[in-house]
């Protein structure tokens, strides 16, 4: 008897720890629906805010509140499609002094865990890269809503809103002189409206 009872405890610790050693499971997949989410940016110029946006952006997105361990995200934004409303400062913002499209014509995002606040409130962490140059960072975000498309059979929609700030100087961006005066703000906000889809 006392061997079978052994024998049945190494089996279920045996167990157990095998089952805590299995990766998470993968939240739900979502496509990014590209024409109902916009990418943009506001910064101080003396005294008045400048916006702007970009217009070429791409993402993956596994999520579920009830599986935050298998949820991740993934998001890069083509810098040449940066627009102000202003030719000139746009040509600019992608020159050397700026962004600097050319050597490094991608932002990107990658997720390390998600975080939840409150039944909508939620935190993204993971690794923004500009300009070659890496940082951490903790972006809020909300679940704005949930719902059957209603002209889609079989098709679900997620929204969501990603606000955070940066400094753009942490990445290079705007050095030098741009840096030294109070022409343009070190503090940039960024914010993504975003629709998300999957059948």
């Not at 993934?74 to 746009?90: H, N, Q």
């Amino acid at each position: 008897m006392k061997q079978f009872l052994k024998t049945i405890a190494l089996s279920l610790t045996a167990f157990i720890s095998t089952v805590f050693m299995l990766p998470a499971q993968n939240a739900p997949a979502w496509k990014l629906d590209k024409s109902h989410t916009s990418v943009t940016f506001s910064i101080n110029h003396f005294y008045s805010k400048v916006t702007g946006r970009f217009t070429s952006f791409d993402g993956s997105f596994s999520f579920s509140p009830t599986n935050l361990e298998g949820s991740k995200a993934e998001f890069s934004i083509d810098v040449k499609t940066v627009y102000t409303e202003d030719e000139k400062r746009d040509k600019h913002l992608q020159s050397p002094d700026f962004f600097d499209s050319k050597a490094y014509p991608k932002m990107t995002f990658s997720s390390t865990r998600f975080e939840k606040k409150s039944e909508t409130d939620y935190i993204v962490h993971g690794k923004i890269t500009i300009r070659n140059t890496t940082h951490d960072i903790a972006i809020p975000f909300k679940v704005t809503g949930e719902m059957d498309h209603p002209m889609m059979k079989g098709t679900h929609i997620l929204g969501l809103l990603a606000t955070c700030k940066i400094n753009r100087t942490d990445f290079g961006v705007g050095t030098g002189s741009w840096a030294a005066t109070a022409i343009v703000g070190d503090e940039v906000t960024i914010e993504i409206p975003m629709e998300l889809i999957r059948k």
